[in-house]
């Protein structure tokens, strides 16, 4: 599964619990079969950005295979990666399910608009576009169906088995497959998508995918050390497949963490090598013949990479996602590529159909902050693939102006998610009269220059990769991959106002409750006494936190228990707190210059946490996030 579509998630869980284990050195490193420059700067590379181990493979416009290697297989045991030992690749692996899929439809199984609910009329799918707009097997390849990414309870869970039915993984409540945009408009991650896909593949064929796609898919293809079954390195699983030359994933610091099965499996459990991988990126790169017969229809193929059908699409951006994999343009080069994070692994496919050409590089190490993209820059160099020289500036419409303004996520990456993206994910858009400028709240400014019309190219792009639109009254920007939408500035300013009084209320009863608590004024009776005990209250799940695995923040365990109970207490105690503070109006005990600001600190704390309630964050239950 592709957690880094939803980076903080990820990150702030992995940096909580592992940012104080102690580093290890990762000084060992093997090459062979690959050029010794690269395997020497692959080695580097490792070394400087704390990444344990990696493998990748080459294909090259005559049809070589090239493989490498560099770094270690397991960090504590000081074992060296080889060029054949197996990876694990999680969202890479949707490229081979989608092929399984489109295997499907070239044998007239499914077609790409076959109804979503035609194959799987039990499902609980809420469709404000049902009647137009059904959800097609199209829309789910392409990420275009609407529908949410992942759950906390969906991601981080040891609850699954390898075989646990794939339908508990959309047994969560009513709105849990709540179609959020249109059917095809716009591009919207979703591993859901996949795993509901997988249920497809399941209905179709009448047995378990994973079965399925190893015999039809992986077999014919040749890739003999690949399987979308559950395989792991420890022997933790009685019905799983334990692999000695599987690597042992890593997180920062060298912390080891063996594989663990998921519920959307469809849409990340994937095990391979170099070599396969090697296979499949020249399969993607041709005709869909296979052995002199047609295993994948052609129209099928030159779909896997072509964004059609989306608003932005149809606006005129060329970058987007296709049936199985995303327009990637770095460096001046555009390709076709899909990343993939599984737990401790972070992997890339890219293929140039144009030269003939591709690259996949796993490493058995996720690391938030290391430089993964250094060594995409040097396989690119290695296969010396010709640049593109950047697209020429153009004349812009006349009424770009009219969009600038604050920009929210639309629809939001993750659903239980919106009031964050809201309030902390928002750009502002300005134009200057020769460029557009891209300002996020989190992030580094981006100047686009027009190419065109509504169209523009970031300065580290060839291409157009920006476009400008109007969708139901409604302006939108978009890179083909994310689509904004300008908020209404008055909507903006009451909810950083609403944060800003909340805050401020809130540390108002840390602080002013502490210092009352510390010059022992602070009795029962005090307005601030029960906010201030339910503030402290969050504190104590924080030890149990840190002592369990990240892997189970969508768990019910003790320390999400208790977070739920703390943070649903937060708004009670506040409101009682405000309750005393109207009681005691005017009486001896409401005096004092500072006592009367406790008003005020209280109506500002509640209504924040009003808002929260308001948007399913309090109380937070993260097993239902």
Known sequence: MKRDHYPSLAARAKSWLLGTVPALLLCATVAHAAGAPL????????????????????????????????????????IPMQPDTRVQVGSVGKVALALGVLRLISEDRLTLDTPLQQVLPGLALKNPWQASDPVRIRHLLAHTAGLDNVRFWQAFSLNP????????????????????????SRYAYSNMGYGLLGMVIEKVTGQPYERY?????????????????????????????????LAMGHFEHGVAQPAVPQYLRPAGQFTTTAADMGKLAQFLMGDGMLQGKRFIDLALMGALSEPAGTDAA????????????????????????????AVGFRAMLCIYPEQDSAFFVAFNTDAEQADYERFNRLLLRDLDLPLRAPAPQGTPAPTVENWQGVYVPSPSPMASMAWVD???????????????????????????????????????????????????GKHVLSDGLRSYERASMLRMLVLWASLALGVAGMLYVLLVGVWRAARRSLGRGDHLFAPLLSLLALLLPLPLFYFQSFLRLGDVTIA??????????????????????????????????????????????????????????????????
Do not use: Y
């Not at 580097?44 to 090259?60: H, I, N, P, R, Y």
């Not at 500072?594 to 600190?601: E, S």
């Open 39 to 78: 395997a020497a700067e692959f080695a580097a590379g490792l070394k400087d950005e704390g990444l344990a181990g990696a493998v990748w493979s080459e294909v090259l416009p005559d049809g070589t295979v090239r493989m490498g290697a560099a770094g270690l297989r397991d960090v504590a045991k000081q």
């Open 161 to 184: 088995a390898p075989d646990t039915p794939l339908a508990a993984a959309f047994d969560g409540g009513r709105n849990l497959l709540r179609v959020r945009a249109r059917p095809g």
């Open 213 to 245: 796609l190893d015999a039809q898919l992986l077999q014919p293809l040749g890739m003999a050390d690949s399987t979308f079954a559950f395989v792991t390195q420890v022997s933790t699983q009685a019905d799983a497949q334990l692999d000695q030359r």
């Open 314 to 341: 149809q606006a005129g951006l060329a970058t987007g996602h296709g049936l199985a994999l995303a327009v990637r343009d770095r460096h001046n080069v555009v390709g076709a590529c899909h990343p993939g994070t």
């Open 422 to 472: 809201a309030v902390f994910g928002f750009t502002r858009v300005k134009w200057d009269g020769e460029s557009l400028f891209l300002i996020p709240f989190q992030g580094e400014p981006k100047e686009l220059e027009p190419v065109g019309g509504l169209l523009f190219r970031a300065s580290d792009r060839s291409t157009a990769s920006h476009v400008l639109m109007q969708e139901d």
């Open 560 to 625: 999400s228990v208790l977070l739920a109970l703390a943070t649903g207490a937060l708004p009670l105690a506040t409101a009682f707190g405000l309750a005393r503070c109207w009681r005691s109006r005017g009486t001896a005990a409401d005096v004092g210059a500072l006592a009367k600001w406790d008003w005020v600190a209280l109506l500002g704390a509640l209504q924040l946490l009003l808002v929260l309630a308001w948007w399913g964050l309090l109380p937070l239950r993260l097993w239902q996030l």
